[in-house]
């Protein structure tokens, strides 16, 4: 099997695959349209949960606005995908990742010519325009704007020199600007922030876009297995078993992924927080996870850029957050970091786990565990929580922020400048998850067997919001969708017209997710 070190190669190995890629020349839109098409071809007709059909990843030659690029979404959506790409069985991805993560082999910094700065555009120059540069989808009319989904940020702490790469939602707010997401006290590239804005200094920062699976999968490992200090580049050494290969910036004090399709270099301004839908009013970011289109934060930082550089004729590489390419990059590394916490505890019982594609990678988790003695029971998901516990705390972050929309919803129609989103699945699937989640403070104590009861209740309300997401969570322009779709069928994929049919018919209608659910 041929070597896999990059995007392109990472491409060129599934051009050797059965019905894993389908590429197409017909011109797309980013602007809800090229995430629309990948629901009906790509992601087999839907990605409600559990996904029952691992559709092919999908490389578009023709965005509209963006004469020269390309974009790529999918790559990770299939577990046999990910394990094709790293090299293994799809069984074995959690222990590969484990054994990975426990021998790191570090990054290093090379003086040879980076394929990612072929091309330079600098801040500076007149017509530096982030808008014209990057060819971000944005994945419903009701998103923000232009998301990159797929950047794999890069800092360095001010005080100890240490850096570490993660992934984080990022808008472009400006022609030289982008907002990024990050969780309060839940990544260590916000500790980064946070010291340096005591500091009053700038954070230098690099988001390398188009990168080798295994940085993409090994970015995505969170406390306790990765702690501060601990440079997940790293891990994606251990899988390739040879350091990943940096460059540096041209424009700032930091480093970039040398082989990246897209680098953009700037800096978090100390101290300066966002409104994310500033520009839109819509009250939406972009879709999450769980599958709900998720509140725009009114705390994000801001990123001034500095430069982007690229690699000639790029390509973009996106995913959507209610996807099973989510799955993969969250699932597979809490699988590892579940493996690590048990081993701890328990050595040599624990024979297998999976994260299943109905938690989204991070609510859900089956253990394959040897029990010895009656008093076995309970231990083994003691110490797989205490690997889990960031996810946990992260699903009740979730929940506060639904919330905290709600709350936001109340007020929207005395705002003279707001507007009505245009698609009531939006709202049926939000509604339906908040009035679910609703009264259950009580049970949010943490990692515990008390979060038995509460994992029963939100599935339930997370079925309820799929079944409103399904509806058409991403729409766009549907004939549009639809026909594009009809021209990628040569690869076997069918279109689920009936689903496109519903979602047309549930557009401006108010649905009943309970009712929906029955009917499942």
Same mark, same amino acid.
């Given at each position: 099997?041929?070597?896999?070190?990059?995007?392109?190669?990472?491409?060129?190995?599934?051009?050797?695959?059965?019905?894993?890629?389908?590429?197409?020349?017909?011109?797309?839109?980013?602007?809800?349209?090229?995430?629309?098409?990948?629901?009906?071809?790509?992601?087999?007709?839907?990605?409600?949960?559990?996904?029952?059909?691992?559709?092919?990843?999908?490389?578009?030659?023709?965005?509209?606005?963006?004469?020269?690029?390309?974009?790529?979404?999918?790559?990770?959506?299939?577990?046999?995908?990910?394990?094709?790409?790293?090299?293994?069985?799809?069984?074995?991805?959690?222990?590969?990742?484990?054994?990975?993560?426990?021998?790191?082999?570090?990054?290093?910094?090379?003086?040879?010519?980076?394929?990612?700065?072929?091309?330079?555009?600098?801040?500076?120059?007149?017509?530096?325009?982030?808008?014209?540069?990057?060819?971000?989808?944005?994945?419903?009319?009701?998103?923000?704007?232009?998301?990159?989904?797929?950047?794999?940020?890069?800092?360095?702490?001010?005080?100890?020199?240490?850096?570490?790469?993660?992934?984080?939602?990022?808008?472009?707010?400006?022609?030289?600007?982008?907002?990024?997401?990050?969780?309060?006290?839940?990544?260590?590239?916000?500790?980064?922030?946070?010291?340096?804005?005591?500091?009053?200094?700038?954070?230098?920062?690099?988001?390398?876009?188009?990168?080798?699976?295994?940085?993409?999968?090994?970015?995505?490992?969170?406390?306790?297995?990765?702690?501060?200090?601990?440079?997940?580049?790293?891990?994606?050494?251990?899988?390739?078993?040879?350091?990943?290969?940096?460059?540096?910036?041209?424009?700032?004090?930091?480093?970039?992924?040398?082989?990246?399709?897209?680098?953009?270099?700037?800096?978090?301004?100390?101290?300066?927080?966002?409104?994310?839908?500033?520009?839109?009013?819509?009250?939406?970011?972009?879709?999450?996870?769980?599958?709900?289109?998720?509140?725009?934060?009114?705390?994000?930082?801001?990123?001034?850029?500095?430069?982007?550089?690229?690699?000639?004729?790029?390509?973009?590489?996106?995913?959507?957050?209610?996807?099973?390419?989510?799955?993969?990059?969250?699932?597979?590394?809490?699988?590892?970091?579940?493996?690590?916490?048990?081993?701890?505890?328990?050595?040599?019982?624990?024979?297998?786990?999976?994260?299943?594609?109905?938690?989204?990678?991070?609510?859900?988790?089956?253990?394959?565990?040897?029990?010895?003695?009656?008093?076995?029971?309970?231990?083994?998901?003691?110490?797989?929580?205490?690997?889990?516990?960031?996810?946990?705390?992260?699903?009740?972050?979730?929940?506060?922020?639904?919330?905290? %929309? *709600?709350? =936001?919803?109340?007020? &929207?129609?005395? +705002?003279?400048?707001?507007?009505? !989103?245009?698609? $009531?699945?939006?709202?049926?699937?939000?509604?339906?998850?908040?009035?679910?989640?609703?009264?259950?403070?009580?049970?949010?104590?943490?990692?515990?067997?008390?979060?038995?009861?509460?994992?029963?209740?939100?599935?339930?309300?997370?079925?309820?919001?799929?079944?409103?997401?399904?509806?058409?969570?991403?729409?766009?322009?549907?004939?549009?969708?639809?026909?594009?779709?009809?021209?990628?069928?040569?690869?076997?994929?069918?279109?689920? %017209? *009936?689903? =496109?049919?519903?979602? &047309?018919?549930? +557009?401006?209608?108010?649905?009943? !997710?309970?009712? $929906?659910?029955?009917?499942?």
């Amino acid at each position: 099997m041929m070597e896999v070190n990059d995007l392109r190669s990472s491409i060129e190995l599934l051009k050797q695959m059965e019905h894993q890629l389908v590429e197409t020349d017909i011109e797309v839109d980013p602007e809800a349209e090229l995430a629309g098409v990948y629901r009906h071809v790509g992601a087999g007709g839907t990605v409600m949960r559990p996904t029952t059909v691992n559709g092919p990843a999908m490389l578009f030659h023709n965005i509209k606005g963006h004469k020269d690029a390309r974009v790529l979404i999918g790559l990770l959506a299939s577990r046999e995908r990910v394990a094709a790409l790293l090299g293994c069985r799809k069984e074995g991805l959690g222990k590969l990742l484990c054994d990975a993560a426990l021998h790191p082999i570090e990054p290093i910094v090379t003086d040879k010519k980076a394929s990612c700065q072929e091309v330079i555009h600098r801040a500076t120059d007149a017509d530096f325009d982030l808008y014209q540069l990057i060819p971000a989808p944005t994945n419903t009319p009701v998103d923000e704007g232009p998301y990159i989904t797929m950047g794999m940020c890069y800092a360095t702490h001010p005080d100890t020199g240490l850096s570490d790469v993660t992934i984080h939602r990022m808008c472009i707010q400006s022609k030289d600007e982008l907002s990024i997401f990050l969780q309060p006290g839940s990544r260590h590239i916000g500790a980064m922030a946070e010291r340096a804005t005591e500091l009053n200094e700038p954070l230098p920062i690099s988001v390398s876009i188009g990168v080798d699976p295994a940085i993409e999968v090994g970015s995505c490992f969170e406390p306790p297995t990765t702690p501060l200090g601990y440079n997940e580049l790293s891990i994606a050494g251990a899988l390739r078993k040879k350091p990943v290969e940096l460059t540096p910036c041209v424009s700032i004090k930091e480093n970039a992924i040398a082989n990246a399709e897209y680098v953009i270099e700037g800096e978090i301004q100390p101290g300066v927080k966002v409104i994310e839908d500033q520009n839109t009013h819509t009250g939406y970011a972009m879709p999450e996870f769980p599958g709900y289109n998720g509140a725009a934060s009114h705390e994000c930082w801001l990123i001034k850029v500095t430069a982007v550089t690229h690699r000639k004729n790029p390509i973009m590489q996106t995913c959507i957050g209610l996807s099973e390419e989510h799955v993969s990059m969250a699932g597979i590394p809490t699988e590892a970091s579940i493996y690590v916490m048990v081993e701890k505890a328990m050595p040599g019982r624990l024979k297998n786990v999976y994260c299943a594609s109905a938690g989204g990678g991070k609510y859900m988790a089956v253990l394959q565990f040897q029990k010895l003695s009656p008093s076995d029971e309970g231990r083994q998901r003691q110490a797989a929580l205490r690997g889990q516990c960031r996810s946990a705390h992260e699903g009740i972050a979730q929940q506060q922020k639904l919330r905290q %929309h *709600e709350q =936001h919803e109340k007020h &929207r129609d005395e +705002r003279p400048d707001a507007h009505e !989103p245009a698609h $009531a699945g939006h709202r049926a699937g939000r509604d339906a998850r908040a009035d679910e989640q609703a009264g259950g403070d009580e049970h949010r104590a943490g990692c515990d067997d008390g979060r038995e009861g509460e994992v029963q209740r939100r599935d339930h309300g997370l079925a309820r919001a799929l079944i409103g997401a399904r509806l058409g969570i991403v729409r766009g322009d549907d004939d549009r969708i639809v026909h594009v779709a009809a021209h990628l069928n040569g690869a076997g994929h069918e279109i689920d %017209h *009936e689903e =496109h049919i519903l979602a &047309r018919e549930h +557009r401006d209608a108010e649905v009943d !997710p309970d009712a $929906a659910l029955d009917d499942q």
